[in-house]
């Protein structure tokens, strides 16, 4: 238990840090480029707003998600057994829901600790950003059924690769 506090501890201190650290850098990117300052605070206080009214419904769907979503569920289709079955599983997982990316993060990580592969978290999370439904439509009806289709076998590809790529190399460090 108190190894746990520690990490914990340690956990809080890093992101701490990392705020304070992209602060003094924003600070001085302001500095250094004051006639964006007006720019970057209304996207800023945009993003923030988002958040603010974002996440909390997303905490308590993940509440809800911890709860209700047994371990076994995750390990059958998303775990280390599940092959190409939970590829696919989260490529369709990734692509159906529709918001931005820091949504699926959290998402992500309670699917890691329910029992998910890491490249499957990474294919969800990539699915997440790269590949959409809306989106698709979006790209068929500007963009042609040809390259819509090549872009979308090939983003499907190299996301597979990318999570198997990434997991090997979490495995080796």
Partial sequence: MRKDRK??????????????LVLI???????????????????????FIEMIL?????MV??????????????????????GLKGIFFAIALG????GPLYIAFPIAAALLKKGAKISNIIIFLSSWACIKISQEMVEL?????????VRLVLTIVFVIIMGIFVEKMIEVT
């Fill in 7 to 20: 990490q914990q501890k340690k956990k809080i201190s890093r992101d701490w840090i990392l705020l304070g």
């Fill in 25 to 47: 850098i924003s600070i001085v990117l302001l500095l250094i480029f004051p006639d964006r300052k007006e720019a970057v605070t209304t996207v800023s206080w945009k993003y």
């Fill in 54 to 58: 974002i996440l909390p419904a997303i």
């Fill in 61 to 82: 769907l993940l509440g809800l998600f911890t709860v209700w979503v047994p371990k076994d569920i995750i390990v059958k289709y998303l775990g280390s057994a599940s």
């Fill in 95 to 98: 692509t159906l829901p529709t």
């Fill in 141 to 149: 009806q500007f963009l042609g059924s040809k390259f819509m289709v």
